[in-house]
């Protein structure tokens, strides 16, 4: 079992940029896939990102593409969120999950909130 810790959410405006970090601990960070999440007022949780274990593979969601990169540092077992370009419509709390194998994510964080204003 992995523990995940994100931090660095905040209000932004329109435009701008947030990193988001994800401190995880437990087991071997390099032994499992990292991903982001997140869930808006009302709205069900979505895939945001997702990073392979080595940090060679990544895949994003449409509506983040081209403006979003994730990426991770194994020496320091944490995994980040660059967001740029930002909009309203990306206010949500933003999860970092684990995935050690096959389509289920196994671990969660406890988000953290971004707030894009207009």
């Known amino acids: 079992q992995v523990q995940l810790v994100e931090s660095g959410g905040g209000l932004v405006q329109a435009g701008g940029s947030l990193r988001l970090s994800c401190a995880a601990s437990?087991?071997?960070?390099?032994?499992?896939?990292m991903a982001w999440f997140r869930q808006a007022p009302g709205k069900e949780r979505e895939f945001v990102a997702r990073?392979?274990?080595?940090?060679?593979?990544?895949h994003y969601a449409d509506s983040v593409k081209g403006r979003f990169t994730i990426s991770r540092d194994n020496a320091k077992n944490t995994a980040y969120l660059q967001m740029n370009s930002l909009k309203p419509e990306d206010t949500a709390v933003y999860y970092c999950?684990?995935?050690?194998?096959?389509?289920?994510?196994?671990?969660w964080g406890q988000g953290t909130q971004v707030t894009v204003s207009s």
């Open positions: 990073i392979s274990r080595s940090g060679g593979i990544t």
């Open positions: 437990g087991r071997t960070f390099s032994g499992y896939a």
């Open positions: 999950a684990t995935r050690y194998d096959g389509a289920n994510y196994n671990d």
